[in-house]
Structure formats: structure tokens, C-alpha cells
């Protein structure tokens, strides 16, 4: 979801972001997600690219270079150094974080677990549905449903998670088809199969996951183009940040 809105913003003319991240990130959907660069040094999503900085210092360097600066910087504190105009939390912790409204001149929160104005200046829709992708002044998005959206008639059977804690080892890749009943990846000596056929559309990192953790996403529609591209859920609601951002920038 951030690299959605990262995306959406670069696009639109606000090249100057730093993104930060996990020393081990958990995207699922690698394959659209600025932090591959954590893992590669560098991402490319949609044509915009990025660059993983050692140092706050760099980024000043990568924006120069027309690059989306990127971080390990878990709890934000390297990054305060930049004094940002806007802040977004897309963490999308679903209870809230500890991001507060006074960090930034303006603060946004993505989906539930934020009340504006109290905890954020801006809240934006999550869920899918009429609201989807809304800019939310006054008041909180809606509680997480814990459903994924529906795909031909699919939800929950979509979305491939951990049976245990444990270390992540594929079997298959993204853009792979898979069957029914296919083993995708194992979680240590569990294996873990498809629901459903389809396109394997994301599937995390060899890396160690807790228990109930997302881990992989099938799709029914079986594109393989789909894997590439920024998802209309995660476009909607970059287009929510960057309607919440220019309101802003119109009253500076």
C-alpha cells in the first residue's frame, strides 16, 4: 500500500519522499513494492525507481537523481532528521501507532485505528467499498473487516498465511500458474497449498514469519500483468493521500 501512494505522489509532480521501512520487510506483492530496495539496494515499480540509502544524509542525493529515497528505519527516528512537511502512516497496523499529529505540519493515517483530528490531520478509506479511497477530516475509516475483497467470487481463499511461526521457502514464484491444491511454499516443514487456481500475484521473502502471517496472494483472474502493477485498491487510495496532500498544499 505505501508504494502505491509513493507512486501516486512521485507521479503527480512530489518526487522528494523517503520511505521507511523494516530491516526485514513483509511485502507480499514484491514485485510492485519499493521495499525491495531494503533487500536489492534498489526497486523499480511502474517506472519510478528507488534506492536504498545507509544514511538520512544520501537522500537529498537520491532526489537529485530522480529516486524515491528508502530507509531501514523501523520506528522513524532517522528520518525525523528531515523535518518532513507530510507524514503518512501506511502501516496499516489496523490499531493505530504511535504517529501523532504534531510530527508534521500535516499527518495522514491509512485505514482504521486513527481518529482525525485527534491522532492525524487526514484519515483515508481502507475498505473496499463506496468509501473506498474517501479523505476522512473529521472522524475514522471503517474497522477492519478481516475479509479480503472478493475476486471472482473469492476472499479469504486468496490469501495464503503462515500455519505457525516459522521460516518462509518457496516452491513456486510470482507470475507462476498455479492449481488447486498446488504447494506454493513451506513454512520450515510445513506446506503450505492453493485454495484456488490462478496467478501466484505475491508471495513474501525466504524470511521468518509469525503465525497467521500473510504470506502469499493468488489470483483467480490469472494476469500475469497483474503482478506487475499497482493494484485499484492501493491506486484509489493513493489518489485519497494526494487529494488530502494538495487540499494542504493549497492552504500553505
Not at 24 to 35: K, W
Not at 75 to 91: E, L, N, Q, S, T
Not at 203 to 225: M, Q, S
Amino acid at each position: 500500500m505505501a508504494s502505491a501512494i509513493a507512486h501516486r505522489l512521485y507521479c503527480a509532480g512530489l518526487t522528494k519522499i523517503l520511505m521507511t521501512d523494516l530491516k526485514e520487510p513483509l511485502a507480499v506483492r514484491r514485485t510492485v513494492s519499493f521495499s525491495e530496495a531494503v533487500y536489492e539496494g534498489k526497486a523499480e515499480v511502474e517506472g519510478v525507481r528507488a534506492v536504498l540509502l545507509r544514511d538520512v544524509a544520501e537522500a537529498n542525493d537520491a532526489w537529485e537523481e530522480r529516486r524515491i529515497a528508502v530507509i531501514v528505519d523501523p520506528d522513524g527516528i532517522r528520518a525525523a532528521k528531515v523535518r518532513p512537511h507530510i507524514i503518512i502512516d501506511a502501516i496499516m497496523a489496523k490499531t493505530g501507532t504511535s504517529t501523532k499529529v504534531n510530527e508534521a505540519p500535516l499527518v495522514i493515517g491509512i485505514g482504521p485505528g486513527f481518529r482525525a483530528p485527534k491522532d492525524v490531520h487526514a484519515v483515508i478509506e481502507s475498505n473496499r467499498g463506496h468509501n473506498m479511497g474517501r479523505v476522512i477530516w473529521n472522524g475514522s475509516a471503517e474497522s477492519f473487516s478481516g475479509i479480503p475483497g472478493s475476486t471472482m467470487g473469492y476472499t479469504t481463499e486468496r490469501v495464503l498465511k503462515s500455519p505457525h511461526a516459522g521460516i518462509v521457502r518457496h516452491d513456486r514464484q510470482i507470475g507462476d500458474h498455479v492449481k488447486e491444491g498446488d504447494i506454493i511454499l513451506h513454512v520450515s516443514e510445513t506446506p503450505v497449498t492453493a485454495r484456488i487456481s490462478g496467478v501466484l500475484r505475491g508471495l513474501i521473502r525466504d524470511i521468518a514469519v509469525k503465525a497467521d502471517e500473510k504470506i502469499g496472494d493468488i489470483d483467480p483472474r490469472a494476469r500475469i500483468e497483474h503482478c506487475h502493477t499497482i493494484s485499484d485498491k492501493a491506486r484509489a487510495i493513493g489518489g485519497g493521500v494526494l487529494e488530502a496532500t494538495m487540499a494542504d498544499f493549497n492552504n500553505w
